[in-house]
């Protein structure tokens, strides 16, 4: 009997730690899928036909590929207090402009002549 009545009520804890943790393990999570949403509804395809927009590139050249990140700015106001909106450029369907090439740099330790070569489909896919 007292086994029963033990069992009974371990039981009853598991469910409810069980139930609890679901019910706010959720909500934490649905919370953290909402802000992200709410970030990633925000951005938008780069307007390049807009002269107010600067432009940048970002290449990373490590030792298993290189990525060229494209970014772009407004045009600053000139209050030496306010920060620039960089931002990465994203294209018409808004995924990130970015293109990453193999072998990385590395591999040209024994002949850098040959980087310039390499690296030009980057610079040519960020023109």
């Keep these: ?8 009520a371990v039981s009853l804890l598991y469910f409810s730690v069980v139930i609890i943790r ?20 925000d951005i938008e395809a780069t307007d390049t036909n807009n002269p107010n927009v600067n432009y940048g590139i970002v ?9 060229v990140f494209v970014y772009c700015w407004p045009r600053h106001n000139g ?5 620039l909106d960089i931002r990465q450029m994203r294209d018409k369907n808004r ?14 330790a024994t002949s850098p002549e040959k980087v310039s070569d390499y690296i ?8």
Aim: charge should be positive.
């Design 59 to 67: 290449v990373d050249c490590g030792s298993s590929g290189s990525r």
């Design 95 to 108: 995924k990130p402009v970015v293109m990453k090439i193999k072998p990385g740099i590395s591999e040209f």
């Design 22 to 41: 679901n019910k706010y393990g959720r909500l934490t999570r649905d919370k953290k899928f909402q802000r992200y949403l709410a970030r990633v509804t």
């Design 79 to 83: 209050n030496p207090r306010d920060l």
């Design 1 to 8: 009997m007292v086994i029963s009545v033990l069992a009974a």
């Design 120 to 127: 030009s489909p980057l610079l040519n896919f960020a023109a």
